[in-house]
């Protein structure tokens, strides 16, 4: 049986209550029956009830997308200069290696005012020589090109052009640039447009109509909704992008990395290749939280299976910040072949187990003490799925060792830190 409880969350700070309209304390979370395998859903547009024009997105984010965008750390201060800069530094400090491939623009790229044919305009001051240019020089070093715009009429800044009504037009242009990515944002929709409709209908045929413009661009992009928690993405995401968020905007505290874990971890179930929970980009390296938070929060996203966006500057990031984010065996967890995210076996008294299985037959298990105190947290091969063999391997994939174990899966757990293992059944000796 279960031993998921009613957990009370972080406490949010004033402003993100009024603006968001939810409660100051997150409580009552709720959990369905906690059992595995959760099903697979189909990957081709007819089986999962796809309109045929999304289908071609299917091939694309079958592991969780991993790269780089620099909202966290410059916000709207991006560049051409800026752009290429942390594309040369992913090469170079061997996250490309690990894995990372996008270089992603966010907001504050293009101009309020579209042009005389109704285009998207990148701001001159920022991109003299456009946007293409720009995605040539992150391709010609082996990786990807992403951008960001809004499902509104502006940016959420209201600084910069949104898309509504121009979504055909927005993907044909993003395509002829040589976009691999498309982040779209959800501020500053005309809701008045459409009486008699929910906000979820809005949202949902909205992301629809920009998915079904992208996959008629004639490129393949994959495509990530940044929809408000309200909307429910995780209900109906899986038949229209890659990945949606599940919760607020990060920021670099760890009440706001609790905050997006919890309220991510509960949809394990509707996560598969090609479709992702996204609990928001990484703050690693930001300098808000301790060297020990920043690897929790990398463990657990890892065990979310969820994209790993780093959000840093890459150009000036300390030994501990590059060493995280560049922990292959994590890394592997994340992008597991299997797909599923990684669900929670207990969290009492803020002590939290979670397990993913992998594609070896291993599981991966993290530790997690959200709490304040150093604690001892244990769970049992037979509680996270394993089946009964005589002992089995223990592979801690921060420090690296290994041990054995007739069941017993514990560790002394430092406040706000984590202990994660993959677990493999050994074969008897006999």
Sequence with gaps: MSSIQHWVGPRLPHWMARASGIALIVVGLSWPALTWPVPILATTGIAAGLPASLAAADALAQTPPMGWNGFNRFLRDVSEARVEAQARALVASGMQAAGYEYVNLDGGWDLLQRGPQGELQPDPAKFPHGIKPVADYVHSLGLKFGIYTSAGVTNCATHSAGSYGHFQQDAAAFASWGVDYVKLDWCRVPYRNYPGMSRQQVS??????MGSAIA???????????????????????????????????????????????????????????AWNDPDML??????????????EFSLWAEMAAPLIAGTDLTSMSDVTQNILTNKA??????????????????????????KPLTSGAVAVVLFNSTDRAAAISTTASQVGMARTYAYRMT???????????????????????????????????
């Design 204 to 209: 949902r045929m909205l992301a629809t109509e």
């Design 216 to 274: 008629t661009s004639g490129r393949a992009m994959v495509y990530d909704i940044n929809f408000e928690a309200d909307d429910t993405p995780w209900m109906w995401g899986a038949k229209v992008a890659n990945m949606w968020r599940t919760g607020q905007d990060s920021q670099d505290r760890w009440w706001s990395m609790v905050f997006n874990f919890t309220h991510n971890v509960q949809h394990y179930s509707h996560a598969q290749p090609g």
């Design 283 to 296: 703050e690693i390296g930001n300098g808000g939280m301790t060297a020990v938070e920043y690897q929790s």
């Design 330 to 355: 994590v890394i592997a967890v994340d992008q597991d072949a299997l797909g599923l995210q990684g669900r929670p076996v207990s969290n009492a008294g803020g002590h939290w187990v979670l397990v």
């Design 396 to 430: 801690d994939l921060w420090s690296h060792e290994e041990s054995d174990t007739a069941g017993l899966i514990s560790a002394r757990v430092p406040a706000h830190g984590v202990a994660m293992y993959v677990v493999s059944g050994l074969a008897s000796a006999n």
